[in-house]
């Protein structure tokens, strides 16, 4: 552009002063025509580089994604096919998952067992409850029958000693009084055998509130609404199958498998340091590069546009979306050492800026680490944006010209 401009002020200055004289051509003016360029060029560039800063070092970067099964075990197919589009879901390979089939299977049954165990404990502790109201009634029927017996018993006494007064005086019956003395005998053993059917009872109750509370203490262990062995079973079943679902490991976005060695028969593990592929997401960032004093005025949203190296010609529009104002120079290591200073100032860094693609150009396949320039377009000095705008498109054109001797 700068080539440009000077041609065209040079056709002006050989029309004005060579071809119609309308001006003398003596040193004064030949001087005035050299400082002319030079001034209104180093001034046109020093406000281009403040209203709309250019950046030699735009880079495309996508997340990559080390692939780390989360369980171990041999691999036994891997469908994926290398540097191929991807889509979120599919297989990338799968692990022989007999060894967690079989698990799941173990710990199926166990459940099962476990849960018959406790409906069984609870049905022994439903019987245990009803054998302590049974002995319950039998006090309350042995308690009953003391009373009855008691009172009997009292009135055969009274009728002894009625009997044996009579007799004493002459005036009662012999036979009546042996008849009353041996219904009192009676009486005296059916009460022996109340007591002992009441202290039975009351054995047997003793004995039925500790098989209860036996089966209360067995059955106290709970997490939620179930025994905790059904539960911690339960939750193993669940890691169990989770894990057997981890035998098929699926493409966790959008992307390319990149250098696939993972073939069957290899034996892979839930280690992150060896993962068993890499997959790079096709979703991506667009990353500018500018010194330090070049952002003075950029703002998020202000319009922008890069060329890419992979795609000669092409312009690429764009709006800031921010300044990443941190980089590595300002960070100090965790270290028990003091700072190096010795070896000179360290240079001065640049900070990055995120552009994002307009939905025009969205789509445009941009792969991870292309290279290219751009430019952002400020708010201020709108009118000589064009002469950046000019300035990229040509270095864009640029880009078709391939310079290598070999």
């Known amino acids: 552009m700068e080539i440009l401009l000077l041609g065209i002020y040079s ?32 001034v046109l560039i020093l406000a281009l580089n403040v209203v709309a800063p250019s950046s030699p070092d735009v880079r495309v970067i996508k997340y990559v994604i080390n692939v780390v099964p989360q369980v171990r075990g041999r691999v036994i197919e891997v469908p994926v096919e290398p540097n191929r589009l991807v889509r979120k879901g599919e297989v990338l390979f ?22 018959a165990g406790s409906k069984e404990l609870t049905e022994q502790l439903a019987g245990a409850q009803g054998k302590v109201a049974e002995a319950r009634g039998a006090i309350q029927q042995g308690e009953a029958r003391v009373r009855e017996v008691q009172a009997r018993l009292d009135l055969a006494r009274l009728r002894v000693g009625q009997n044996k ?18 219904d009192l005998a009676e009486l005296e053993a059916q009460m022996n055998t109340a ?8 054995a047997g ?26 539960a911690a079973i339960r939750a193993q079943l669940a890691n169990a199958k989770w894990e057997l679902e981890q035998t098929t490991v699926l493409a ?67 709006k800031v979306d921010s300044i990443v104002w941190a980089q590595g120079q300002g960070q100090v ?26 939905p025009k150009d969205a789509d445009l396949f941009l792969p991870a680490g292309a290279l290219g320039h751009g430019a952002i377009y400020t708010e201020y000095g709108a009118m000589i944006h064009i002469i950046r705008k000019v300035i990229l498109r040509v270095g864009a054109k640029l880009d078709y010209l391939i310079l290598k001797l070999h």
């Open 11 to 42: 056709a002006a200055v050989w029309f004005i002063f060579i071809k119609m004289k309308w001006l003398p051509w003596n040193t004064a003016t030949q001087v005035t025509v050299v400082i002319i360029p030079i001034v209104g060029l180093t």
């Open 94 to 115: 799968r692990i022989d998952p007999t060894p967690y089939g079989l698990a799941v299977r173990a710990l199926e049954a166990q459940l099962a067992n476990a849960v």
């Open 165 to 182: 007064e009579l007799v004493a005086t002459g005036a009662g019956d012999r036979f009546a009084l042996e008849k009353a003395e041996a």
């Open 195 to 202: 007591r002992a059917s009441l202290a039975q009872a009351r």
């Open 205 to 230: 109750e003793v004995q039925a509130a500790a098989a209860e509370r036996q089966l209360r203490e067995r059955g106290k262990g709970q997490f939620g609404d179930e025994y905790a062995p059904v």
């Open 252 to 318: 966790p976005a959008d992307g390319y498998a990149i250098n696939v060695q993972l073939r069957p028969g290899s034996f892979t593990a839930a280690f992150p340091i060896t993962p068993a592929m890499t997959f790079v997401e096709q979703t991506y960032q667009v990353v500018a590069l500018y010194q330090q004093n070049e952002l003075q005025l950029v703002q998020p949203g202000n319009e922008a546009e890069f060329a890419l190296s992979a795609h000669p010609g092409r312009i690429i529009k764009a």
């Open 333 to 358: 290591p965790n270290s028990t050492q003091l700072p190096m200073t010795s070896f000179g100032p360290m240079p001065a860094g640049r900070f990055p800026v995120k552009l994002t693609v307009e």
